[in-house]
């Protein structure tokens, strides 16, 4: 598994210098992996090893649902660890806050009442105009 500590610690910068077609390493899950040997028999391609150079690819990675042989030939690649600290903050998402419509609790109440007494209004009116023209 490489192992916790087990090897070099790297910054981002350091790991960044490697992103190129013929010196390339890659950081996922907190660890470095030269990847150099691994860009021609990529099934994925190479291109997309060195569009996921310097920066965190463990997103990259994960999304493309690899397999667990292809997590298992990451040990082969490993050449340290990263400094977490030199990793840019993930950028998460925050929903826009939603405007309060009926920030009243009470006109909301109104609002139900009215919607169930309109109805029985027109039907009191329609039941009593009904009644009183009625021509017998
Ligand atoms: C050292 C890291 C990596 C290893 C060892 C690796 C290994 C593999 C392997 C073995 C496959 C075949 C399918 C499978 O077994 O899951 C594969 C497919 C693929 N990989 Fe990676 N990969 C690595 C990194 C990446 C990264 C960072 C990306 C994206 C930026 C990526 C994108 C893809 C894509 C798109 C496929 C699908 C290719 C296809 O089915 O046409 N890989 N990879």
């Not at 292809?70 to 690649?77: F, H, Q, T, V």
């Not at 009243?104 to 009904?130: E, H, M, N, Y």
């Amino acid at each position: 598994m490489g192992g916790d500590g087990g090897g070099k610690v790297y910054t981002l910068a350091e790991v960044s210098e490697h992103n190129t077609s013929k010196d390339c390493w890659l950081v996922i899950d907190g660890k470095v992996y030269n990847v150099t040997k691994f860009l021609d028999d990529h099934p994925g391609g190479d291109e997309v090893l060195l569009s996921s150079t310097a920066k965190d690819a463990t997103e990259d990675f994960d999304d493309v649902g690899h397999s667990t042989s292809a997590r298992k030939m990451l040990d082969d690649l490993y050449v340290g660890e990263i400094d977490k600290s030199t990793i840019p903050a993930k950028r998460t998402y925050a929903p826009p806050k939603q405007p309060q419509y009926n920030q009243d609790k009470t006109s909301d109440f109104f609002v139900k009442l009215l919607q169930f007494l309109v109805p029985l209004v027109i039907l009191g009116l329609a039941v009593g105009v009904r009644f009183y023209t009625k021509t017998e």
